[in-house]
């Protein structure tokens, strides 16, 4: 969390906090009222083991500063939700890197925690997406093969089998980010868990990168990272409204990770400053907010699942519905709140896909325990 410490010369000089727990009152008041071609549908809409698909990456470096997967309720082995808040969040505690401990109040409080997920975790929340289950294991590479011109800073994806996909992102000081996703099992098959060895294992299943990497060096230590796809059971209560990657994760195959947590940051604010204006703060007024987000999370959920499925290409789509190419492009490239029926009915005669999950709602103030009662037995 950052805090306006102090402004010098006109500029504010924020300092990071470490929230430790949020701040819950009882409702009531005016607070709480208030090496080949890319994979392009345009193009060809095929995709084969070694053929890349790319996407422009100016924000490479903001990818890799995004924080790390947080605990969830899956460490346990379970979905066991704790007990629902209280009924109105009035801000945060926090700790100061010199151990100070501080409460910051508002009337609507942010969670922008990422993947860590602060609150969705917290309160038993956070809930799996049934299939969409991957790992992923990566390094850096210093001084690997880039492509020429205009092409040298874009983001690759990078197909192998097993539906697995590598990512190969280029950054600043010639250093490049690659990655491998795939699911658990596939990675570690035969027993192998050194990363570095299940790492150069799936290099050589795929020849485009492959040969990107057949020049430079390896640079620092091998990680591994879950990339799990997450979704919130609300996107808040009163008080109180989750953003980003905190209210919903999903799996980053189309890159549409940092697009939905963008666009979830511009419609937050867009609804807050309403709320601020109109001093209303009530959960009820963020559910279109909720309902925008999670129609676009479905509709690039439904591609990631066909993605995902053996026996499933967007060539055979498109090469019997020519006009779904210029549908696929539209999600693909962010254009996800949209009608997208028809889509959907042509991609089934390939590939099942996901039914809507029923997320994402604001969760009421509540003036009764039986009220309480009552929405934990709908958020089981």
Not at 115 to 139: I, S
Not at 213 to 224: K, R
Not at 338 to 355: G, H, N, Q, V, Y
Request: charged content about 25%.
């Amino acid at each position: 969390m950052l805090v306006d410490h102090a402004r010098q010369k006109g500029a504010v000089v924020w300092e990071e906090v470490a929230v430790k727990e949020l701040i819950w009152e009882a409702g009531g008041g005016e607070a709480s009222r208030a090496a080949s071609e890319p994979l392009a549908p345009d193009r060809e809409g095929g995709r084969s083991a070694g053929v890349p698909a790319r996407s422009p990456s100016g924000l490479s470096r903001a990818l890799e500063l995004q924080p790390p997967a947080g605990r969830d309720e899956a460490a346990a082995g379970g979905d066991a939700r704790a007990p629902l808040p209280p009924r109105r969040v009035a801000g945060v505690r926090a700790e100061h890197k010199d151990g100070r401990l501080a409460e910051y109040r508002a009337p609507i409080t942010l969670d922008c925690t990422g993947k860590e997920a602060f609150t969705a975790v917290r309160n038993g929340w956070r809930a799996r997406d049934p299939y969409l289950n991957k790992v992923a294991v990566w390094t850096y590479y210093q001084g690997s093969k880039r492509e020429p011109g205009l092409d040298e800073g874009q983001t690759t994806v990078a197909f192998v089998p097993e539906k697995g996909w590598f990512w190969h992102i280029p950054q600043h000081n010639d250093m490049v980010s690659v990655g491998v996703v795939a699911e658990g099992k596939y990675l570690t098959r035969g027993g192998v868990r050194d990363l570095k060895t299940i790492f150069d294992r799936e290099v050589e299943e795929n020849l485009w990168i492959k040969d990107h990497l057949s020049v430079g060096e390896q640079v620092g230590p091998y990680f591994i990272t879950s990339e799990y796809s997450f979704h919130s059971h609300y996107c808040g209560c009163a008080g109180l409204l989750l953003v980003g990657d905190a209210f919903a994760f999903l799996d980053p195959v189309f890159s549409s990770g940092l697009m939905l947590a963008l666009k979830s940051g511009v419609l937050a604010g867009e609804e807050v400053h309403q709320a601020i204006g109109a001093r209303d703060f009530s959960p009820e007024r963020f559910a279109g907010y909720a309902k925008a987000m999670r129609e676009g999370i479905e509709n690039m959920r439904k591609l990631v699942y066909a993605f995902y499925d053996p026996n499933f290409s967007f060539k055979q789509v498109i090469d019997k519905y020519p006009e779904a190419a210029g549908e696929i492009t539209d999600c693909l490239s962010g254009d996800v709140n949209k009608d997208f029926s028809s889509l959907w009915a042509k991609i089934r005669e390939f590939a099942p896909l996901p039914e809507h999950l029923p997320y994402g709602a604001p969760l009421a103030v509540f003036n009764s325990d039986a009220e309480r009662a009552k929405a934990k037995v709908s958020a089981a």
